[in-house]
């Protein structure tokens, strides 16, 4: 199964796909996508979407799972983290892949085994995970992985206590 992961956000989008057979997770691909800064929300979304819809094109994910809102302050925010995360989902869903969310603490648990992680922490954990070279970068990217690992794991945890 190949699983995308979106990190979403109006300045940069992460994305991150990983493959999953039985208890392993291999990296394949992951990145920023960045909107033009001077755009509007509308050219941002836009862009996000047809990057977003590229990425799925050539990839082709089974899922897309994403982190599910967050707690904002400033209400500006979290309305266009709402519209960037509805426009990526739609995107997945109008290429037909089922799509999951988990919050962010479920996510931080599945890779670090603490809800509170830090981005470094996380960004740590994925590199060990998924076996890498290096740190993926930039944080956006490290996070979608992340959001990809949390689906593969409790993706296998359905399975396995599934009443065959």
Known sequence: MRILGVDCGSRVTGYGLIDVQSSECDFVDCGPIRP????????????????????????????????????AANAQTAIKLGHVRGVSI???????????????????????????????????MVRSLLQLKEIPEPYDASDALAVAICHAQSYRYKQATAIQ
Do not use: N, W
């Open 36 to 71: 033009p800064t001077a755009e509007t929300l509308q050219g941002r979304l836009q862009f996000i979407h047809g990057a977003l819809a590229d990425v799925i094109r050539m990839l082709e994910p089974d899922v897309a799972a994403f982190e599910s809102v967050f707690y």
């Open 90 to 124: 739609f995107t997945a869903a109008d290429a037909g892949i089922p799509v999951f969310e988990y919050s962010a603490l479920q996510v931080k648990s599945a890779v670090t085994g603490y809800g509170r992680a830090d981005k470094a922490q996380v960004q740590q």
